[in-house]
């Protein structure tokens, strides 16, 4: 395959040709969608919603259970369908761990505070309670466990990894769009909770249909796997997946409506997508996406970003910015273009100002 035609395919698998019916379905989609600044996660479902949704009618979905935020994957973020959330930790829990065990022991937290931690929460978090981050803080406080600094974070973070916290309902925000969420215990909130067979074959499935064509390499980073945990998945699966090129798998049998097809527009759709978005950042090699000339504009930079992209037939030609602070959030976004296609004003204006109503309405 040719680099436009990957590019077309993933746009399609991508759930950016073709959108999902409603918000949690395309969570469900994506199987998990990065969020470590959680305006960009939930634009990163509403682009690829069908009608529009706007950011409340995303809230909506966390309000009533159907989608979490959790440290899923690398350390980092992610939104899940909340029947998901058990089985791909089931994967991917001991790597993180692992990973996050020299990092609090650096910031003095031993093993034992994590757990004087996990039954402090628990307890408070009973019956139902939702805590806030500061409430979370006092709850560790009152337990005797140092939550100051990044201690706090890091034990949030390996109670989520644990299971033992999730993060759930978003808090209501005076004059401005919501930014953080409740915390609740997932045994409380999570009533349905899936339970594939194989569930490192069914993650690898999961990034195929969502992420595809995409290769082994890819799914190792997206996950953060090891490289021979990484190929046993691609084994496992092989039932389900098929080799389209040298590498590169997509699902054996995608639902009809992610069938690739060519684009129908005469002129290139624009669409804006969030920071840290899955259609760039969620590979091994991004220059399938953008050129080698961009990558450092985009990012990651060194402190880790990701920059918002404006994407046009599958390829990184500019970027843009918007705040969501008070009293700024109704401005609308400002694009920069990289100059090197070109791309009609009023496709991007149109992009753009469809983040606007996302954010606004």
Avoid: K
């Avoid at 699902?251 to 997508?273: I, K, T, W, Y």
């Amino acid at each position: 395959m040719d680099a436009a035609s990957v590019r077309r395919a993933r746009l399609q698998s991508q759930l950016l040709d073709v959108p999902a019916p409603d918000v949690a379905g395309a969570a469900a989609h994506i199987t998990a969608t990065q969020a470590q600044e959680f305006w960009g996660g939930r634009w990163a479902l509403g682009v690829r919603t069908g009608g529009e949704p706007t950011l409340s009618e995303v809230d909506a979905a966390f309000e009533s259970g159907a989608l979490v935020r959790a440290w899923t994957q690398r350390g980092t973020l992610h939104i899940v369908a909340a029947r998901d959330l058990a089985w791909i930790l089931r994967v991917t829990r001991d790597r993180q761990l692992q990973q996050f065990a020299s990092v609090r022991r650096g910031h003095g937290i031993p093993e034992e505070h994590v757990e004087v931690a996990a039954r402090a929460v628990g307890a408070a978090l009973a019956g139902g309670n939702r805590l806030t981050r500061a409430e979370f803080a006092a709850v560790l406080t009152a337990a005797g466990v140092e939550a100051t600094g990044m201690r706090g974070n890091l034990l949030l973070t390996a109670l989520a990894i644990r299971e033992d916290v999730v993060l759930g309902p978003v808090i209501a925000r005076e004059g401005g769009p919501t930014r953080d969420q409740y915390l609740v215990a997932p045994a409380d909130w999570i009533a349905d909770a899936a339970a594939p067979a194989d569930p490192l074959a069914a993650l690898f499935v999961g990034y195929i249909r969502s992420h595809g064509p995409a290769g082994v390499d890819d799914f190792r980073w997206w996950a953060g796997l090891p490289v021979g945990v990484a190929r046993s998945a691609r084994e496992a699966a092989s039932d389900r997946v098929v080799e389209v090129d040298d590498g590169l798998f997509v699902v054996s049998a995608p639902p009809p409506a992610q069938a690739f097809r060519e684009p129908v527009a005469a002129d290139p759709a624009v669409l804006a997508l969030p920071p840290f978005d899955e259609y760039y950042l969620s590979y091994a090699d991004r220059t399938l996406a953008c050129s080698d000339a961009f990558t450092a504009r985009v990012g990651p930079s060194i402190q880790g970003l990701v920059r918002p992209v404006l994407v046009a037939r599958g390829e990184v030609v500019g970027l843009w910015t918007h705040s969501m602070a008070v009293g700024r959030h109704h401005r609308m976004p400002v694009p920069e273009l990289f100059g090197h296609v070109d791309v009609p004003a009023s496709a991007v204006d149109a992009a753009l100002a469809r983040v606007s109503r996302f954010v606004t309405g």
